[in-house]
């Protein structure tokens, strides 16, 4: 069984910065770490690897600097690790994301791949299902639990807003996983030392056969149009009191200004 997880190196929430001609995240040179949802995606391929006779590729696309994501991931017992990373790639959106990392699944070959639910820096969960979607397999979205899997067939739990459901998907598939699902395991010393040795495969647009009008800012159908932080209010009310006397509280100031 071949697993791929995709993993994304996020900038680390105090050092982000934006480009003010693209207007998207400014990634070189900016530290980083993994998106940590990723994390759980890793976790899951490696307890089935623990469980089953199962390979584990790591996959990013990213500047040369992701590599040390990739080889963190090699340390907590990933078999490979393949970047993407090529000049064309630059200023993807979630689109054009999707479609080259799809791309590069189809030339490793997966019988499972493994997404975070979404990245901390975007937040959109929809790389995770657009390269099911580009790939035309199932995918299974916010997976909290794994109960049973074979060389055809998985099921899984699904988070939902009200409990969780119980789905079948036969093999291949793309799940996206939730926080719920594991707990991360720590790199080995053992793992640490092979990391460290090992060359990590490099793939650009033309190992891919994609043409640069599908890739990076030339790709992608979406533009960020303008970032803003949100204005500061500062007209609030503190309500004190016992929980009765808030309500009382509340409901008179809703009133005064017409809302009930």
Partial sequence: ?????????????????????????????????????????????????????????????GPPQAETALKETVAMGADDAVLLTDRAFAGSDTWATAYTLAAAIRLIGADIVLCGKQAIDGDTAQVGPAIAEFMDIPHISYVSGITSISNDSITVRRL?????????ASLPVLLTVVKELNQPRM????????????????????????????????????????????????????????????????????????CI
């Fill in 1 to 61: 069984m071949k697993i791929i997880v995709c993993i994304k190196q996020v900038p680390d929430t105090a050092e982000v910065r934006i480009n003010p001609q693209t207007n998207t995240l400014i990634r070189d040179g900016v530290p980083s770490i993994i998106n940590p949802y990723d994390l759980h995606a890793v976790e899951a391929a490696l307890s089935i690897k623990d469980s089953l006779e199962a390979e584990v590729t790591v996959l990013t696309m």
């Fill in 160 to 168: 939902m807003d009200e409990g969780y459901d119980i789905v079948e």
């Fill in 187 to 258: 790199p080995s010393l053992k793992g640490k030392m092979r990391a460290k040795k090992l060359e990590i495969k490099k793939l650009t647009h033309k190992e891919l056969s994609l043409s640069e009008n599908n890739l990076g800012l030339n790709g992608s159908p979406t533009r960020v149009k303008n970032i803003f932080a949100p204005e500061v209010k500062k007209d609030r009310i503190v309500i004190g009191g016992s929980p009765e006397e808030q309500t009382d509280e509340l409901i008179s100031i809703l009133k005064a200004v017409k």
